[in-house]
């Protein structure tokens, strides 16, 4: 079963209760999540110096379980973002990310982790143990100061619009923008409208001191052996892996077999 997370024309209100919490959860470990922190989802118009920022309503670990399941999720509309879509003069200028945080791991040997969106076919980015600590810091401060604008205070996976003057919510400022508010040099996980983009999950190899410079573990998300793609178009955020390809060939098997049977209708 495929993983399929649509926001038409912005998400999700509703019909979900993967969380019962109206703020964004962050990586703390003391948090309600316990470590454990939900996707968010920010579109940046870097012309325009907008930013909308939405919680997407599930935990990291949930998440990443669900991927193994296959379970899916769908969402309503949210008013914020058709106001953030229709106010962009430039939708060139739009690009956007998906992030969540993970600052205790769960089971043996899994400490600190990250999801990220990142350009499909590009090298993957490489982080030392330490790096991968240090990731969530900015982020932290980034989802806490969001948490107090918009409908996150009030509304369950609530969203917000922000502005430079909103200082640390604002996600093109130095907290978040596209490496995790310049924690990771080199890297950049923003990614244009009508681009296709991957997962990859972030993940320090040990959280011990003396291997604090030794690399991370940087992975291609996947489902059973097929990568994620994720998209925005502007009004569809999608999140899915890649068909197998005997599925694309029983797909054409149905569909010839549905040729086949027009055409025999047509001759009697």
């Keep these: 079963m495929h993983i399929y997370r649509t926001l038409i024309t912005a998400a999700l209100a509703a019909s979900v209760s993967t969380s019962a919490f109206a703020l964004i959860q962050d990586s703390k470990a003391g948090g309600a999540l316990g470590g454990s922190g939900e996707l968010f989802w920010v579109v940046m118009d870097q012309a325009g110096e907008r930013t909308y920022t939405r919680d997407l309503g599930i935990s990291l ?67 030392t143990n330490q790096a991968v600590a240090r ?15 918009g409908t996150h205070p009030t509304q369950a ?20 923008g596209t490496n995790f508010g310049g924690n990771a040099s080199g890297f950049n996980n923003g990614i244009a409208i009508d681009e296709t983009a991957s997962l990859i999950l972030i993940r320090q190899a040990s959280n011990a001191f003396a291997q604090r410079t030794n690399p991370g573990i940087v992975s291609e998300l996947k489902f059973n052996t097929q990568p994620y793609e994720v998209s925005f178009n502007g009004s569809e955020l999608k999140i899915m892996p890649v068909p197998e390809p ?12 549905l040729g086949f049977a027009a055409r025999r209708r047509n001759k009697r």
Aim: hydrophobic share 45%; aromatic share 10%; net charge negative.
């Design 135 to 149: 990731l969530d810091n900015a982020a932290d401060a980034f989802i806490a100061a969001t948490n107090t604008l």
């Design 246 to 257: 005997s599925t694309y060939a029983m797909m054409g098997v149905g569909i010839a077999a």
């Design 61 to 127: 670990d949930n998440f990443l379980a669900a991927a193994a399941t296959g379970e899916s999720w769908s969402f309503a509309n949210d008013a914020m973002l058709v106001q953030f879509i229709a106010g962009t003069a430039n939708p060139g200028s739009l690009i956007w990310n998906i992030g969540a945080l993970d600052s205790t791991g769960s089971g043996t040997g899994n400490f600190e982790k990250h999801l990220s969106t990142y350009r499909q076919g590009a090298t993957l980015p490489t982080f």
């Design 157 to 176: 996976n609530g969203s917000n619009i922000a502005i430079p003057s909103d200082n640390e919510a604002y996600a093109l400022g130095a907290l978040w």
